[in-house]
């Protein structure tokens, strides 16, 4: 069974950082690509950033470009989501979630049950 | 970036009744990269539909997808109490979007 389990939310102040982990199991993480995708509270999803299996193709929102990085460990099952300079905006419940294939196909298969983020002073 | 537009906001109707939720998109999906999320409360996004009609793995029959370009469909044929909840279209291929959602409530 597919399991996905976000880790590293919380209340930060605004400029900050926080680092978020998705621990993997129930498939061959290095077989795929990964995602991170927000909610904003009562909002629809965003997507925020995706990894290729190798970390060799690498994509961000808009939104996200230059403040978020994305990696992940292969030998350690693990997603991971840097998160700098921290805006009121970037409130949302983060989602960790699967692509379907290798490379960033953007089709999500599964996906975790999310970790809150929470930015305010 | 494409635009996907959700109608309607909201859908109202009884258990055994038809749904029929309308995406469209600002530009032509390509290889009709066009995926359903299904949604619940307090739940993550469930994958009901890929490929605009390609049903995902353990998804019921009584959801099916249909269309192409800029115009997308997803149908469920019979509603089970379990299938009211929020419903996301998606592109994928192109930077992923996602619509704003139509909710389907018990009427």
């Known amino acids: 069974e597919v399991q996905l389990v976000e880790s590293g939310g919380g209340l930060v102040q605004p400029g900050r950082s926080l680092r978020l982990s998705c621990a993997a199991s129930?498939?061959?993480?290095?077989?795929?690509?990964m995602h991170w995708v927000r909610q904003a509270p009562g909002k629809g999803l965003e997507w925020v950033s995706g990894?290729?299996?190798?970390?060799?193709?690498?994509g961000y929102a808009d939104s996200v470009k230059g403040r978020f990085t994305i990696s992940r460990d292969n030998a350690k099952n693990s997603l991971y989501l840097q998160m700098n300079s921290l805006r009121a905006e970037d409130t949302a419940l983060y989602y960790c979630?699967?692509?379907?294939?290798?490379?960033?196909?953007?089709?999500?298969?599964?996906w975790g049950q999310g970790t809150l983020v929470t930015v305010s002073s | 970036e494409i635009v996907l537009t959700q109608s309607p906001g909201t859908l109202s109707l009884s258990p055994g009744e038809r749904a029929t939720l309308s995406c469209r998109a600002s530009q032509s999906v390509s290889s009709s990269y066009l995926a359903w999320y299904q949604q619940k409360p307090g739940q993550a996004p469930r994958l009901l539909i890929y490929g605009a009609s390609s049903r995902a793995t353990g998804i019921p029959d009584r959801f099916s997808g249909s269309g192409s370009g800029t115009d997308f469909t997803l149908t469920i044929s019979r509603l089970e109490p379990e299938d009211f909840a929020v419903y996301y279209c998606q592109q994928y291929g192109s930077s992923p979007t996602f619509g704003q959602g139509t909710k389907v409530e018990i009427k």
């Open positions: 979630a699967k692509d379907n294939g290798r490379w960033l196909s953007e089709l999500f298969d599964y």
């Open positions: 129930g498939f061959t993480f290095d077989d795929y690509a």
């Open positions: 990894i290729s299996w190798n970390s060799g193709s690498i």
